[in-house]
Structure formats: C-alpha cells, structure tokens
C-alpha cells in the first residue's frame, strides 16, 4: 500500500473543530487535505482525487469510505464472542481459544491485528495483569481502529476495559518482531486476512482496498518461533499451514477456517 491512496476531508454537516480535526488528521497521515464541496459525491471526489478512499473526520468519529462501501470501528463479531466467553456459553466451539491456549496474566501478540476481533478475546483471556499487543501494517486501518479501540461506545464496561487494554502499533510484523528479544510474548498468532476474502465478513470491504496484501512468509513465522514459544496461525486449508511448519491443526468440521499450531521448547 502507499499512503497516497487516500485523503481526508470531513462531513457534510461538520463544522468548527471537526474541520479543524480532519486537518491536523491529514498532517498526522502526510495525505491530502480536502474541504468537502457541498455538492459532489463522494465517489466523484475519489476519482477526482485518484484515491481509493476518504477518511472522513465525523462528530461519531473516524470513518472510512472506498467503493467497498462505509466504515465505522466495531469489533465485528468479536463481540458476539467476547459475550460467550464472559457469560461462559459454548467457547469450547470458538476454535480461536483452543488454538492460543492462553492462560491468565500471559503475553500476546497479535502481528495482523484488523479489527481487533482476535485481540479482544485474548485481551479478555489474560486480564489485567497480561498483555496484548496488535501491529498493523495499514496506516489507515491502524488509524481508525487504534483510535476505536480506546473509545468504542458500549454500556459493558468489561468489554471497554478488554478493548482498552489493547494496545498497537503501526508496523508490519517482521520490522517488529526483529526488534524484540526472545521470548518476549507466550502466544504470536498471524491471520493474513485480506489474501483469500470472506464473502460473510463484509465489514471488512471498505478498508480492503487500503490493506496489504502480502502473504505470510516461513521466515517471518521462524523469526516469530524466537520471539515466542508458541505461534499460530490462522488460514482458509491445511496446506499453506503445512508449508509454514505447523504440527498441530484445529478447526471445525464444517468451516473452512484452520488454525496451525507450530510450538517449540522454550528452554532451547
């Protein structure tokens, strides 16, 4: 991705300080500021820009427009799944927990954070005492989520600490986990998303035209197994898992999703 493919301007109906917050936005991200026309579409204003999206500075806060469609933060249907895990209801089927395996004040590092849907649960698993941490490679995608995540709305005020605690940084994986000395996190977990799409997971479409799309390399996932014990991996079949090493697969019968499981002795 190059961080030219989007601009950033700001509601139609916004005024004052919104405009003021799309510009210091648009410094931040170094991408073009623009002053929203009071009579051109969106999409006429990408391709008169040649962006493939706005991100557009909003009294709810950041939003993110592309042909994909309009973007608002939500955990998606980490929600949905932090509920279960906090009222204890079925999390024996959320293939997810089996695979990390974490266990209260643990580290975790998510290394392809998107929505942070993964990260809430983990976040919830290892409590306050514990730690995650989520890297993202998209400054766009970092941006509006890293800001979501600390401000989500919702009357659950476990769930705002779970997502509270997450913290994030813009980088991509291998620059990051170079920087870190061995066994610095118990559980690294990968899920290349954006390579084979989901049709059901449309919340992502909007921000799909802004993320990168390189696939998980071996090297990346060996440099992983130094700076943690256990590393899983998250892909759409068994084969690619195999490539990359893993010994140990997890998922449901009737669902594509695989988590790979490559492990080695931390005492080594």
């Given at each position: 991705?190059?961080?030219?493919?989007?601009?950033?301007?700001?509601?139609r109906a916004c005024r004052g300080e919104t405009v003021t917050r799309a510009k210091r936005w648009a410094l931040e991200l170094q991408v073009p500021y623009v002053a929203r026309p009071e009579s051109i579409s969106l999409?006429?204003?990408?391709?008169?820009?040649?962006?493939?999206?706005?991100?557009?500075?909003?009294?709810?806060?950041?939003?993110?427009?592309?042909?994909?469609?309009d973007f608002?933060?939500?955990?998606?249907?980490?929600?949905?799944?932090?509920?279960?895990?906090?009222?204890?209801?079925?999390?024996?089927?959320d293939h997810f927990v089996e695979a990390i395996a974490l266990q209260a004040g643990q580290r975790y590092l998510d290394a392809t954070l998107g929505l942070a849907?993964?990260?809430?649960?983990?976040?919830h698993l290892v409590g306050a005492q514990g730690k995650v941490m989520?890297?993202?490679?998209?400054?766009?995608?970092?941006?509006?989520?890293?800001?979501?995540?600390?401000?989500?709305?919702?009357?659950l005020g476990n769930l705002v600490a779970d997502l509270q605690r997450i913290q994030t940084v813009l980088t991509d994986s291998m620059t990051y986990l170079r920087q870190q000395p061995a066994d610095s996190f118990d559980v690294i977990y990968f899920d290349p998303m954006f390579r084979f799409p989901v049709k059901a997971a449309s919340g992502m479409?909007?921000?799909?035209?802004?993320?990168?799309?390189?696939?998980?390399?071996?090297?990346?996932?060996?440099?992983?197994?130094?700076?943690?014990?256990?590393?899983?991996?998250?892909?759409?079949?068994?084969?690619?898992?195999?490539?990359?090493?893993?010994?140990?697969?997890?998922?449901?019968?009737?669902?594509?999703?695989?988590?790979?499981?490559?492990?080695?002795?931390?005492?080594?």
């Open positions: 991705m190059t961080i030219e493919r989007f601009a950033v301007t700001y509601g999409d006429s204003m990408m391709q008169e820009l040649q962006v493939e999206a706005l991100l557009i500075a909003t009294d709810r806060g950041p939003h993110v427009y592309s042909r994909g469609g608002f933060y939500h955990p998606g249907m980490g929600i949905l799944r932090w509920k279960k895990l906090f009222n204890q209801q079925g999390m024996s089927e849907g993964d990260a809430l649960i983990a976040s989520g890297l993202e490679a998209s400054p766009l995608l970092y941006f509006v989520v890293s800001r979501g995540l600390k401000t989500y709305p919702s009357r479409k909007p921000l799909r035209p802004l993320a990168l799309e390189q696939p998980l390399n071996p090297e990346t996932v060996e440099e992983a197994l130094r700076v943690s014990p256990r590393v899983v991996i998250k892909e759409r079949g068994i084969k690619i898992l195999q490539q990359l090493g893993c010994q140990k697969f997890t998922g449901g019968r009737y669902s594509s999703v695989v988590y790979g499981i490559r492990t080695r002795d931390v005492s080594r």
